[in-house]
């Protein structure tokens, strides 16, 4: 067992009680929970209190709309853009989700358009996670980092590739989601 998969396999284990720890709440607090802890962390990168409550609303939305903890798509996000909604990168990536041209076009986003961009990139991570879910107890790590390497480079390596950005990756996103976690109670 390699180390992010020793990671990811504590992700996989406490998606359930996080989920548990949201679902154990009257309705109204279920909401008022998930959006404090996700704002929380929103905030903390983006000082924009408008933009926070947006991007916030959004991850509920995109995550409500998928079926994706939303823990995970915030750990994400946090990981590709530091929820900045302009965010992109040399490789070409784009928004809040860092979506990829070719992958927005497939799904059918503008990933221009920040609301576009955030569920295009949901949608983009459950697609990654119904088609690793058969993989076992690294399903979550390999979507994860399927994400980031592409789905051809998780099943070249049958897991994890041995790319240093990747690897880098699955630890952010997979710190990330604990810490988020870890505000949950």
């Given at each position: 067992m390699t180390m992010y998969g020793k990671m990811f396999s504590k992700l996989l284990a406490t998606c359930g009680l996080c989920i548990t720890c949201f679902l154990s709440q009257a309705p109204v607090a279920h909401a008022a929970d998930a959006y404090s802890v996700i704002y929380n962390d929103v905030s903390a990168w983006n000082g924009?209190?408008?933009q926070a409550d947006w991007i916030t609303s959004a991850i509920l939305y995109a995550s409500g709309q998928y079926g994706v903890d939303p823990l995970l798509v915030t750990a994400v996000m946090e990981t590709e853009s530091h929820f900045n909604i302009g965010a992109g990168s040399g490789a070409g990536a784009i928004g809040l989700m860092q979506l990829m041209p070719d992958t927005a076009s497939s799904i059918g986003v503008n990933p221009y358009?920040?609301?576009?961009?955030?569920?295009?990139g949901v949608a983009h991570l459950r697609t990654l996670l119904d088609s690793f879910a058969s993989w076992g107890s690294y399903a979550v790590t390999d979507a994860v980092a399927a994400y980031n390497a592409g789905s051809g480079a998780i099943q070249q390596y049958s897991g994890v590739p041995p790319y240093r950005e990747t690897r880098n990756?699955?630890?952010?996103?997979?710190n990330a989601y604990n810490a988020l976690l870890a505000n949950c109670s």
């Open positions: 924009d209190a408008t358009d920040p609301l576009g961009n955030v569920l295009g990756y699955v630890i952010k996103v997979s």
